[in-house]
């Protein structure tokens, strides 16, 4: 894939500027995207939703390692939005992160904002989505990383490259779920479908022609964008008869390997090979994907399909049958396969593309993530267990969120948004992947973990089964970590440490913590600014299943965190 595919980006919702010369070894990308309204058709259902520039999904960013991009967002919706740019490291460009009220204050209605940074040391696969509220259901898209100009990649170069991103179909206003859920205490209503590039496919009732067809030819190699852009749940997903290799994970190389089934937790990407089969003319197969399930409560276990059609090649005359074959896909609740996959990730530890895992710690965290619940307000009847309502906490601490951007009320120095005693460690320790404890409540705050420049810090993140063990994806704003160890049972550091990977551990942003189980991670907090990091559920993190670091500054000037840009939204 070289410069010449930026020609079928000029789509008459887009406004693609022309490409300026910006600093040494990348270039300015410029677009615009307009949140508008679209009436759009699934399952027999017309709803009106929130789409970037008319599109479901959204459309595609294309850049190179090193680019500049500059993104005005300009909101003709009658909701205030912001965007997040997944998995961008956003080294110093803190204020273009774009979680509400963490980094800026949201987008107003008839509004606009300047998201301005530049692409460094990644290359691969990424996403962009809204991060307010549940406004991302409809509001997302792939970025596309290429390696900068004459470094190959570290495989066969494929001869075509498609993006795949599977998401939720919820049939009403995911806004208006969330809300009644948030004000009952109880549980939101589950997505009516899964959807394959905004399509939900031939499975579900009336919905035949809404499915996504990935035409390939026989005996190619093809690189598979894969994102999980759904709301709420990790899919299993699998190609009838065909083995894929895996090359990439959040935008970073892996050692290659194979499989014929694979997990994607929401918030993370993929990259695969798939070679296609050299005699399989007019033959198409079918992409499944439907959701691993670890908590007790009601979910969609629906299953949607796309179909990977051969294509028929031009000098082929004689006739033949067209087949449609269906891959076998792991239980619902195939915990030991989800364990296993995510186990063979490994970073390519190369000259090249080093595995930088800090050996030393400077900051060690042991954080409990889970669900749990809240006292019903007074005068209110709550439909959460036993009469009380859903919460969930980082080390019994659920995260409200302020009014105001917390990155201004840390760089102006303004008093009373937030305070700095997160606990590091649980407060009360107690069993934790074993019999709950009588006392499930959680405690409401806004507090934040302060850690200073450039120190090298261990978390590691133990689910809880206060309301039923349940895995959780991590997500972790303006850093990538290494997992360094995960396992199953309550972590105990002499016995588990001696796991830990410091030679090639895998690189990621989103990591999905075990359903009864801990994973570890390590970073080098060397990006000044506001960090968000939450479980990526939404309705976990509407319940409040999120925390915040704050990175301090270091000492020179390109270790500091700049003044805000002028167009910065205000609350």
């Not at 107003?108 to 990424?126: A, C, P």
């Not at 170069?157 to 995911?174: C, T, V």
């Not at 031009?314 to 449609?324: A, P, Q, R």
């Not at 595995?355 to 709550?382: D, H, I, M, Y």
């Amino acid at each position: 894939m070289g410069d010449s595919v930026w020609g079928f980006f000029l789509i008459s919702f887009l406004n693609l500027c022309l490409l300026n010369q910006f600093g040494v070894g990348g270039i300015t990308r410029n677009y615009k995207f307009e949140i508008k309204v679209k009436n759009v058709t699934r399952l027999c259902n017309t709803i009106s939703i929130l789409t970037v520039n008319g599109k479901y999904p959204g459309p595609p960013i294309i850049a190179r390692e090193d680019d500049r991009l500059v993104v005005k967002v300009v909101n003709h919706s009658p909701n205030n939005v912001s965007i997040h740019w997944h998995g961008v490291r956003q080294v110093q460009t803190g204020w273009y992160d774009g979680p509400a009220y963490i980094t800026q204050c949201p987008i107003g209605v008839g509004q606009s904002y300047v998201y301005n940074f530049t692409i460094i040391g990644q290359r691969g696969t990424l996403f962009y989505h809204a991060h307010m509220s549940w406004l991302r259901a409809t509001l997302y898209g792939p970025i596309i990383i290429l390696p900068k100009l004459g470094v190959p990649y570290p495989f066969p170069k494929p001869y075509k490259q498609f993006s795949i991103l599977f998401g939720e179909w919820f049939g009403a206003d995911p806004e208006t779920i969330i809300s009644q859920s948030l004000r009952t205490g109880g549980g939101p209503n589950v997505s009516l479908a899964y959807t394959i590039n905004g399509l939900p496919g031939p499975l579900y009732n009336c919905s035949a022609k809404d499915t996504y067809k990935l035409k390939v030819k026989p005996g190619k190699t093809y690189l598979l964008r894969l994102i999980n852009a759904a709301l709420n749940d990790e899919l299993f997903i699998s190609i009838a008869n065909h083995t894929v290799t895996v090359v990439e994970a959040d935008a970073t190389y892996v050692k290659p390997f194979h499989t014929d089934q694979f997990l994607l937790t929401p918030g993370q990407t993929m990259n695969v090979l798939l070679n296609t089969k050299p005699n399989y003319p007019n033959t198409s197969f079918f992409i499944l994907a439907r959701p691993y399930v670890t908590g007790a409560g009601t979910f969609d276990n629906t299953t949607t399909a796309a179909i990977l059609q051969y294509q028929t090649p031009k000098n082929h005359t004689h006739k033949v049958e067209t087949f449609l074959l269906k891959p076998i896909l792991p239980a619902l609740n195939d915990t030991p396969f989800a364990f296993t996959f995510s186990s063979k990730f490994r970073s390519l530890a190369t000259p090249e593309y080093p595995a930088n895992v800090p050996k030393t710690v400077e900051k060690r965290f042991f954080f409990t993530v889970g669900l749990g619940t809240s006292p019903c307000p007074k005068n209110q009847t709550c439909q959460g267990p036993n009469g009380t309502k859903f919460a969930a906490s980082v080390n019994n601490i659920s995260f409200e969120l302020p009014n105001s951007a917390m990155l201004q009320s840390y760089y102006f120095k303004l008093n009373g948004v937030y305070s700095t005693d997160f606990p590091v460690k649980p407060v009360v320790p107690f069993d934790y992947t074993g019999t709950p404890p009588n006392n499930t409540m959680v405690v409401n705050g806004t507090k934040v973990v302060v850690v200073p420049f450039n120190a090298s810090v261990e978390v590691v993140m133990q689910d809880t089964s206060i309301l039923g063990n349940e895995s959780h994806p991590l997500h972790l704003h303006g850093f990538n970590f290494f997992v360094i160890a995960s396992g199953f049972g309550n972590f105990d550091w002499n016995r588990d440490s001696v796991k830990f990977n410091l030679v090639d551990p895998v690189e990621r942003n989103t990591v999905g913590v075990p359903s009864g189980g801990w994973v570890a991670i390590r970073f080098r907090a060397d990006n000044p600014g506001v960090w968000f990091m939450h479980c990526h559920f939404d309705v976990h993190l509407s319940w409040g299943l999120r925390m915040v670091w704050i990175v301090l500054d270091g000492n020179l000037p390109n270790q500091k965190l700049p003044p805000p840009p002028p167009d910065l939204p205000k609350c």
